[in-house]
Nanobody, 117 residues
Framework: QVRLVESGGGLVQPGGSLRLSCAAS????????MAWYRQAPGKQRELVAS???????NYADSVKGRFTISRDNAENMVYLQMNNLKPEDTAVYYC???????????WGQGTQVTVSS
């Protein structure tokens, strides 16, 4: 069982920045692919960014050039640096972990990000 706890959400003005953090209680953390998803009201949950233990990353087109995902394998952490935020980035952001071999999947409880003036 893996427990994921997100933090760092909040209210920010358009053009501002936020950094989300996710702490994972997982043995062999490096064997998990970590990701951030988001879900806006009335919309489906969508992948924002993912990262492997080797730091290979992938981004949704809508956030490329503005968001950066990173991880610290020694501390079992994954981060999402969000710059130049737009109102359409408003959503609940979820941390996700997928075991490379078993494909077992885990979710955090989510953290609200609101971009508004």
């Amino acid at each position: 069982q893996v427990r994921l706890v997100e933090s760092g959400g909040g209210l920010v003005q358009p053009g501002g920045s936020l950094r989300l953090s996710c702490a994972a209680s997982a043995r062999s953390y490096s064997i998990y692919v970590m990701a951030w998803y988001r879900q806006a009201p009335g919309k489906q949950r969508e992948l924002v960014a993912s990262i492997t233990s080797a730091a290979d990353s992938n981004y949704a087109d809508s956030v490329k050039g503005r968001f950066t995902i990173s991880r610290d394998n020694a501390e079992n952490m994954v981060y999402l640096q969000m710059n130049n935020l737009k109102p359409e980035d408003t959503a609940v952001y979820y941390c996700n972990a997928v075991h490379l071999i078993s494909r077992a999947e885990y979710w955090g409880q989510g953290t609200q990000v609101t971009v508004s003036s």
